[in-house]
Nanobody, 119 residues
Framework: QGQLVESGGGSVQAGGSLRLSCAAS????????LGWYRQAPGKQRELVASITSGGSTNYAGSMKGRFTISRDNAKNTMYLQMDSLTPEDTAVYYC?????????????WGQGTQVTVSS
């Protein structure tokens, strides 16, 4: 059974940086497309950034230039480097791994890690 575990969240002042990690186990990590999502209180979960199995990346508009997603297939780990953080980045951050199996999407989610940015 696949499992994703996030770490690296915490509290930081505006303008600061954090690096989130997502460690995977029980899945063939290298073939999965990966993503970071976040959910702020009272808001829907939204995509932050994604990285395909081939290494192509995509960022939500407000994260471009501030966040960097990466993966290390040898360590079964995905990262999110977050710089120039603002209070609007405060949310629970979740990692996701998914791949298509026939007509279905096989997806795994982490439990989430809290990021709090104070002004």
């Amino acid at each position: 059974q696949g499992q994703l575990v996030e770490s690296g969240g915490g509290s930081v002042q505006a303008g600061g940086s954090l690096r989130l990690s997502c460690a995977a186990s029980g899945i063939m990590f290298r073939i999965y497309n990966l993503g970071w999502y976040r959910q702020a209180p009272g808001k829907q979960r939204e995509l932050v950034a994604s990285i395909t199995s081939g290494g192509s990346t995509n960022y939500a508009g407000s994260m471009k230039g501030r966040f960097t997603i990466s993966r290390d297939n040898a360590k079964n780990t995905m990262y999110l480097q977050m710089d120039s953080l603002t209070p609007e980045d405060t949310a629970v951050y979740y990692c996701n791994a998914e791949r298509q199996v026939g007509a279905k999407i096989l997806a795994y989610w982490g439990q989430g890690t809290q990021v709090t940015v104070s002004s």
